[in-house]
Structures are given as C-alpha cells and as structure tokens.
T-cell receptor
Framework: DQQVKQNSPSLSVQEGRISILNCDYTNSMFDYFLWYKKYPAEGPTFLISISSIKDKNEDGRFTVFLNKSAKHLSLHIVPSQPGDSAVYFCAASASGSSNTGKLIFGQGTTLQVKP | GAGVSQSPSNKVTEKGKDVELRCDPISGHTALYWYRQSLGQGLEFLIYFQGNSAPDKSGLPSDRFSAERTGGSVSTLTIQRTQQEDSAVYLC???????????FGDGTRLSIL
C-alpha cells in the first residue's frame, strides 16, 4: 500500500520557468511533510518542510503548498535553474504517542531543467 | 560542519555472506534512522534509534537484519546470510529530534552476487 504517491516519474521544464512537482498521500494521520532533492550517488538533501497547521511555506525559490482536504502537496520552484535537475522525493510522517519521526517516501520525480 | 558519514560507500559480496554497514551521525543528533532504496523505488524505512529508548525495528524486512547504536552515536546495520534481493542503497539519516528534518549520508551501495 503506497501511502505517499508521486504520480509523475519525470518532468521537463525550460530554464527560468516554474517547476511544479506533485505529491498525494492517503494516511490522514500524516501531519509533517518534507521535500528532498537527490543527485546520483549522493544522499537526499533536505529542501523544505511544512506542518499540517500551515498551507504554505516559502524558502527562496522553493514554495510548498499543502491541501489537507485533498491530501495533496506540491513543490513550486521559481525560477527553475539547470542545477535544479535532480530527483525530488516527497516524504511524510505522523505525530502521536508512538511517533518515531520515521518518514514515508514517495517514489520520486526526476526533474530536468533545460537551458 | 561534518555531515552524516557512511562506510563503506560500496560493498560487493557473495550471496550467503554477512555484511556490516556503518553510520556516523551528525554530532549532537539524538535520532538516527536507517532506510534503503531499491532500484527505481523510493526510500523504505528500516529502523530508528532515539537516545536510550528501545529502537523501532518495525521496518526491518526479516530477522536476518539487525542494527545497534553504541554510546548513542555510531550505528551499524548487519545483514546476515545475504540474499540477492538485499541489493540496494542503504541510507542513514540523523536529526536533532523527531520533529526536525532528517539529514542523510551518501549511502552504502550493496551488491549481492
């Protein structure tokens, strides 16, 4: 059962334009969401996170939007740069009495930004 | 400062052998996690350590997998009697607390022949 889904395996955008990466989740207990970026042969690098008490969090060129009713989040990158080309993973965790902070990851979206 | 360090970066071994993977978390990080990424898949949680609390082993795929964290710092993941399906990248992450972002090492790429 895939609790976190990234339905687009790949995305290609032109440099300077907006990149929108999408993520859906099924577990209503998830209340903390993160986006990671991964280059080949490297570990994932933390980009940005959002708590379920918010619907938007912005950090420079990166903005994450959360729609709890739709169980959907998205990452916007504006403007996109060739160095943004990487695999992007969405991840989620649930708080609670048995909270361990373990992350449930989507399968990733490969972003290619063309010069 | 130093990030999460994992060793070896690559490991090739024969089916049936035991392997030991090492993780050195960021200094001061109390939470430590192991994940693995099989080819074309997302990251899969394996095990979690927090201070002196009992570890969360709920993600370990079989009893051939075990892990320990000595002195609240370095962790080792051991796979006994390796099988070909154990081939994957094994990633370690640490965080200041369970509500803080996890920071990952570059992983150990394990190949079972």
């Amino acid at each position: 059962d895939q609790q976190v889904k990234q339905n687009s395996p790949s995305l290609s955008v032109q440099e300077g334009r907006i990149s929108i990466l999408n993520c859906d989740y099924t577990n209503s207990m998830f209340d903390y969401f993160l986006w990671y970026k991964k280059y080949p042969a490297e570990g994932p690098t933390f980009l940005i996170s959002i708590s379920s008490i918010k619907d938007k969090n912005e950090d420079g060129r990166f903005t994450v939007f959360l729609n709890k009713s739709a169980k959907h989040l998205s990452l916007h990158i504006v403007p996109s740069q060739p160095g943004d080309s990487a695999v992007y993973f969405c991840a989620a965790s649930a708080s609670g009495s048995s909270n361990t902070g373990k992350l449930i990851f989507g399968q990733g979206t490969t972003l290619q930004v063309k010069p | 400062g130093a990030g999460v360090s994992q060793s070896p970066s690559n490991k090739v071994t024969e089916k049936g052998k035991d392997v030991e993977l090492r993780c050195d978390p960021i200094s001061g990080h109390t939470a430590l996690y192991w994940y693995r990424q099989s080819l074309g898949q997302g990251l899969e949680f394996l095990i979690y350590f927090q201070g002196n609390s009992a570890p969360d082993k709920s993600g370990l795929p079989s009893d051939r997998f075990s892990a320990e964290r000595t002195g609240g710092s370095v962790s080792t993941l051991t796979i006994q009697r390796t099988q070909q399906e154990d081939s994957a990248v094994y990633l370690c992450a640490s965080s200041l607390s369970i509500i803080q972002p996890q920071h990952f090492g570059d992983g150990t790429r394990l190949s079972i022949l």
